[in-house]
């Protein structure tokens, strides 16, 4: 009902039936034994039976799932253990960790310690985590049909993701799976030329913000960017991200209207659906972090509902305008409901609304779709160019590849991208060290036996409903999987004998997922990704970020320049929601390529 909230929904559910169906039958039991006890002590224990029978539950399922790995001549997963209710420490340091830390911090301190599979087990519920190739292998593809996103995932991102292909299971997924797939075919792909003019306009906005002496947000602008496109391709319009005036983009941290800046871009009209859209992700990420529990920190309030409020009633019109105009075409051609096929001038939206006139499923699945549309491609342009900025000689080396096979003027097509062998690796490379879903989880069904890391082991056995997590930015930057330069960006790994890891054990790189849910849009964010690229180093020569313009919570803490890995190398700050990002904007000064000719 739409005046409860999460919380009374789940107290209901945990609570309030439970204790209501002990009460009736202690009250018929006790009636017909003729046994009076006081009507305080009755619901005392129809209350206190609750906990006791989840502790009980507990015990029967850790022994039930002991001998069951036992039978199966495997062990269970080492569990770390907070000696805490529901390890509740390990918790709160994982939260402050998230919040505070690089990704992976902590976690690598466990592989240390229990190896590279392990039982977080917050609250009682086996979290299973794991870099291990084979088992990603194996939970992605080969034993795909035993792993979903599973009910608990699902449960928290529905309220921002509703039922669209990210957030769904089973019969559902494979509906919107089989709706999606026809537009992604190689010619809907490879048509760049629609998108050109926004990146041109991007390209106009930053080259005026360049004239001002001031750094650009170039993580805003490549979201404005992205979100042209992704419009244009899901609804066959683009919102007018990128029709903004130079002064209404973010001000760096050393411009003197800083702060008034901040408070004009949360109040300005044209960046509320962003705004709303970023903190209903937060809320979503949060809620699958704190696990099972999570309604129970929004029991007086839903906290996604003001901006999904706000996020739906963006997406919502462009549905409803599909919806009609497919009714009015059903009328005047005589179709007939999902037979027709993709016409050419169609968009995604379009082409939905012949296969299904659910509105709620529409919308689910274009919010889905917005979300990979935008943020994926946008997070992995901006880590591209930051990574080109602590990198010129690959930046120098790359444009040269470009002017030479595309020219400093001319609109690449899909056959000059095809070309750039170095551009593909220079993209793939960044998707290994800063991918931008660094985390992904799936969720057993009828329990699962994975290989031992350690050789010498028994095999590890994952319950039914435990929840397998694996960490694709760990995993890719792991000195075991990619040898000891592993958290070097070095682009020639996917053109010398380096490769071979990957051809090798293709499971190490795992950006756009894989097996039967991997990621439809591949090519088609390869492509974008490409031409965006390719635009911006005809326009530009050179990148350089500029630390002075990072707000403070965007700043590199001191005690990182100590750390391994990436940690040490960064420096800008990874914020991961669902998907990962830049804390503050990634602050960009740039050379114009008229400038540098000159």
């Known amino acids: 009902m739409t005046w409860t909230t999460p919380g009374i929904d789940f107290l209901a559910q945990k609570l309030l039936l439970p204790a209501s169906l002990n009460y009736g039958a202690l009250r018929v039991a006790l009636h017909f034994l003729r046994y009076p006890v006081p009507e305080w002590a009755l619901i005392s224990i129809s209350v206190l039976v609750i906990p006791l029978r989840g502790a009980a539950t507990i015990a029967y399922r850790r022994r039930r799932y002991r001998l069951e790995a036992e039978a199966r001549g495997a062990r269970l997963a080492p569990v770390i253990d907070s000696k805490s209710f529901g390890n509740t420490k390990l918790l709160e340091y994982l939260t402050k960790v998230w919040k505070t830390g690089y990704p992976g911090d902590g976690f690598w301190d466990f592989i240390k310690e ?331 069904i009828n329990g699962a036996v994975f290989p031992s890391p350690d050789p010498k082991e028994k095999p590890i056995y994952v319950p039914p409903e435990a929840a397998v997590v694996y960490g694709a930015l760990m995993m890719q930057t792991s000195e075991d999987l990619w040898g000891p330069d592993a958290a070097e960006f070095d682009p020639d790994r996917w053109i010398d004998d380096r490769k071979q890891r990957f051809i090798a054990n293709p499971f190490i790189f795992v950006p756009f997922n894989a097996g039967p849910r991997i990621c439809l849009g591949q090519q088609l964010a390869y492509n974008e990704m490409s031409l965006i690229v390719t635009r911006f180093l005809q326009a530009f020569s050179s990148f350089n970020l500029d630390e002075a313009a990072i707000p403070p919570e965007g700043q590199v803490p001191k005690g990182w320049a100590n750390g391994k890995g990436r940690k040490a190398k960064e420096r800008f700050r990874p914020k991961v929601i669902l998907t990962m990002s830049s804390e503050g904007g990634m602050w960009f000064k740039a050379k114009a390529a008229e400038d540098s000719d000159n």
Not at 317 to 334: C, D, L, M, S, Y
Request: include cysteine; hydrophobic fraction near 40%.
């Open 114 to 444: 229990f190896g590279t599979c392990f039982n977080v087990n917050p609250m009682f519920t086996d979290v299973i985590f794991t870099l291990e190739p084979e088992h990603v292998k194996r939970v992605l593809a080969t034993d795909f049909d035993n792993f979903e996103k599973g009910n608990r995932h699902i449960d928290a991102l529905h309220g921002v993701l509703g039922s669209g292909v990210f957030s769904s299971d089973g019969e559902l997924w494979k509906f919107h799976r089989t709706m999606a797939r026809p537009f992604f075919s190689r010619d809907r792909v490879t048509d760049l030329e629609r998108f050109d003019r926004h990146i041109q306009e991007a390209i106009a906005l930053m080259k005026q913000r360049m004239g001002t002496g001031y750094a650009i947000d170039f993580q805003d602008l490549i979201q404005r960017t992205t979100m042209a496109l992704a419009t244009e391709f899901l609804f066959g319009t683009a919102v007018n991200s990128l029709q903004i005036a130079v002064e209404d983009l973010p001000q760096p941290y050393n411009h003197p209207d800083y702060q008034a800046s901040v408070e004009a871009f949360s109040k300005n009209p044209a960046n509320e659906f962003s705004e709303a859209f970023l903190r209903a992700q937060t809320v979503a990420a949060e809620r699958d972090r704190a696990g099972w529990i999570w309604p129970l920190a929004e029991i007086f309030v839903d906290r996604a509902k003001k901006d999904m409020k706000t996020v739906n009633s963006f997406v919502v019109p462009f549905v409803e305008k599909a919806v009609k105009n497919n009714e009015e075409r059903i009328k005047v051609n005589g179709e007939v409901q999902g037979k027709r096929e993709v016409e050419d001038d169609e968009s995604f939206l379009d082409h939905l609304v012949s296969q299904t006139s659910d509105k709620t499923i529409l919308k689910d699945q274009a919010l889905n779709l917005l979300l990979a549309g935008r943020d994926t491609i946008a997070a992995t342009t901006t880590f591209l160019f930051y990574l080109l900025s602590q990198h010129p000689e690959v930046s120098s080396r790359l444009r040269a590849e470009v002017l030479e096979h595309v020219g400093p003027t001319k609109r690449p097509t899909y056959e000059d991208i095809k070309e750039l062998r170095y551009l593909r690796a220079v993209i793939n490379e960044t998707l290994r060290v800063l991918p931008p879903v660094p985390w992904d989880v799936r969720q057993c």
